[in-house]
């Protein structure tokens, strides 16, 4: 099956921008997870929504904020970019099981590039 | 709070073993790990619950030890194909939200 599919997956904006990334999950998957990827950070935790509600948000500004969709398709806004905002965003989709996310299945990502 | 991984890196020679830790100061739900090679997505290798239920490669085996938080990774008789950075992600018991290590960089070199 079809795994997580991310669009745009690269994209290059000016500072004050703002940029709408977009991701779909496993059929099926009705979790969605969104981290920031950035060399020596690691993998930041942004906001994991489920059945179109944001379940857990990271510690991120409000800058950075998402939706999902009654598909489970979900996007991610950042508003006013800032150079510190280039990285690798992905999006994770998870089958839910009680309240775990359990396993996760990533996307390729979407690298953005603050210029 | 993102759990603690070590070491930060490793090199190995093709068959040798390696084991990569992760603590949590929290009490968890789950802990899974993930490999993610240069330029890819990270891919799922193991999760392991709380009660003991574990689920993933075949040839990777983990541990997880509930009343200290901790999970480790064991690659026994690595290959070429082991190396990248190896993730894990936590969950709490109050579930949701999981959170990664900053990773530990493996080389297996020939």
């Known amino acids: 099956k079809a795994g997580v599919t991310q669009t745009p997956r690269y994209l290059i904006k000016t500072r004050g921008q703002q940029v709408t990334l977009s991701c779909s999950p496993i059929s099926g998957h009705r979790s969605v997870s969104w981290y920031q990827q950035t060399p020596g950070q690691g993998l930041q935790f942004l906001f994991e929504y489920f059945s179109e509600t944001q379940r857990n948000k990271g510690n991120f500004p409000g800058r950075f904020s998402g939706r999902q969709f009654s598909n489970s398709r979900s996007e991610m806004n950042v508003s006013t970019l800032e150079l510190g905002d280039s990285a690798l965003y992905l999006c994770?989709?998870?089958?839910?099981?009680?309240?775990?996310?359990?396993?996760?299945?990533f996307g390729e990502g979407s690298r953005l590039t603050v210029l | 709070q993102q759990p603690v991984q070590s070491p930060q890196a490793v090199i190995l020679r093709e068959g040798e073993d390696a084991v990569i830790n992760c603590s949590s100061s929290k009490a968890l739900y789950s802990v899974h790990w993930y490999r993610q090679k240069h330029g890819e997505a990270p891919v799922f290798l193991m999760i392991?619950?709380?009660?003991?239920e574990q689920k993933g490669h075949e040839k990777i085996s983990a541990s997880f030890n509930e009343k200290k938080q901790q999970s480790s990774l064991y690659l026994t008789a690595s290959q070429l194909s082991y190396s990248g950075t190896y993730f894990c992600?936590?969950?709490?018991?109050?579930?949701?939200?999981?959170?990664f290590g900053d990773g530990t960089t493996l080389t297996v070199k020939p």
């Open positions: 992600g936590t969950e709490p018991t109050n579930a949701g939200k999981s959170t």
């Open positions: 994770a989709s998870s089958f839910v099981r009680d309240r775990s996310t359990g396993e996760l299945f």
């Open positions: 392991l619950l709380k009660g003991g």
